[in-house]
């Protein structure tokens, strides 16, 4: 049995089109609001790969938006273990970010039934998740085990705070987790 490695692990968007899991392509920052993980990795950190810039008047209101994100055990044999979500770093004087782990249980990747909750528009907080920041592994959120080749979901949340314009604003979310 091979260990996990980190590149068993992949992060996706969630999308609300399709009848099951990993079968749409990820739409546009700001569009990932459950139901389902979509069928392409997030493979880099890249500017406005999850929420849209803050405009002007989202930040005078202090503009709250969530995201549904997916973590995905690709290896074909080991069930992740433990695995913990956590805040590593976050842009200061910007907005500010939580997470929140999804209630719907981990589910295999091509599952037609619902993978994680649903919101009706980005500013909708998702029922029944609790959001905080921890910005340590040992802090972090737990997800449960997560067994091959399923999924777990993860809400995102940021919150504007009034604040001057941050070029490349935002937050690096980190993962961890045992293998046998």
């Given at each position: 049995?091979?260990?996990?490695?980190?590149?068993?692990?992949?992060?996706?968007?969630?999308?609300?089109?399709?009848?099951?899991?990993?079968?749409?392509?990820?739409?546009?920052?700001?569009?990932?609001?459950?139901?389902?993980?979509?069928?392409?990795?997030?493979?880099?950190?890249?500017?406005?790969?999850?929420?849209?810039?803050?405009?002007?008047?989202?930040?005078?209101?202090?503009?709250?938006?969530?995201?549904?994100?997916?973590?995905?055990n690709s290896n074909g044999t080991n069930t992740w273990l433990s695995?913990?979500?956590?805040?590593?770093?976050?842009?200061?004087?910007?907005?500010?970010?939580?997470?929140?782990?999804?209630?719907?249980?981990?589910?295999?990747?091509?599952?037609?039934?619902?993978?994680?909750?649903?919101?009706?528009?980005?500013?909708?907080?998702?029922?029944?998740?609790?959001?905080?920041?921890?910005?340590?592994?040992?802090?972090?959120?737990?997800?449960?085990?997560?067994?091959?080749?399923?999924?777990?979901?993860?809400?995102?949340?940021?919150?504007?705070?009034?604040?001057?314009?941050?070029?490349?604003?935002?937050?690096?979310?980190?993962?961890?987790?045992?293998?046998?």
């Amino acid at each position: 049995m091979a260990s996990i490695v980190a590149t068993d692990i992949k992060v996706r968007l969630s999308t609300t089109s399709g009848a099951a899991g990993n079968s749409t392509a990820p739409g546009a920052a700001g569009t990932s609001l459950g139901k389902y993980i979509t069928n392409a990795d997030m493979t880099d950190n890249s500017l406005n790969n999850l929420f849209p810039d803050v405009t002007g008047a989202e930040n005078a209101s202090s503009n709250v938006d969530y995201q549904c994100l997916f973590v995905y055990n690709s290896n074909g044999t080991n069930t992740w273990l433990s695995p913990v979500v956590w805040l590593s770093s976050e842009v200061a004087g910007g907005v500010s970010m939580a997470m929140g782990v999804d209630t719907t249980a981990a589910s295999a990747v091509g599952s037609a039934s619902a993978q994680a909750l649903t919101i009706a528009n980005k500013n909708t907080a998702p029922a029944g998740v609790s959001f905080s920041a921890p910005t340590t592994q040992g802090a972090g959120l737990a997800l449960s085990d997560i067994p091959t080749g399923q999924v777990k979901a993860i809400w995102v949340r940021r919150t504007a705070a009034n604040t001057a314009a941050q070029a490349n604003d935002g937050g690096t979310l980190s993962w961890a987790g045992d293998t046998t």
